[in-house]
């Protein structure tokens, strides 16, 4: 059975910084390109940011471009974002995906899912 379990959410102030972690077990991390969303009540989920299989190409959305960096560790089936002077805007929940096809990661239809964490930017 394949699980991604997020962590690292929570609540913080304009400026501060978080790292989110999401492991995977069940499947073959290493063959799996990975991506984080996030969603807001009542908006359409959107990708923040995606890493492919190697580490080696990464791709971010315009808004977070140069504040949220994604990295993983096949090592330890693990990937990575961590975000940095975060804004009131960035608060969602956020959905770390696996996906082997890049094209249909990056549209949303990914093979699996994690349960999402909550983060909160007050300002």
């Known amino acids: 059975q394949v699980q991604l379990v997020e962590s690292g959410g929570g609540l913080v102030q304009a400026g501060d910084s978080l790292r989110l972690s999401c492991e995977a077990s069940?499947?073959?991390?290493?063959?799996?390109?990975m991506a984080w969303f996030r969603q807001v009540p009542g908006k359409e989920r959107e990708i923040v940011a995606a890493?492919?299989?190697?580490?080696?190409?990464?791709q971010y959305e315009v808004s977070v471009n140069g504040r949220f960096f994604i990295s993983r560790d096949n090592g330890k089936n693990t990937v990575y974002l961590q975000m940095n002077s975060l804004k009131p805007e960035d608060t969602a929940v956020y959905y770390c995906?696996?996906?082997?096809?890049?094209?249909?990661?990056?549209?949303?239809?990914?093979?699996?899912w994690g349960q999402g964490t909550q983060v909160s930017v007050s300002s």
């Open positions: 995906a696996a996906e082997s096809n890049w094209g249909q990661m990056v549209a949303g239809v990914n093979d699996y």
């Open positions: 069940g499947l073959s991390f290493s063959d799996y390109n």
């Open positions: 890493i492919d299989w190697s580490g080696v190409h990464t």
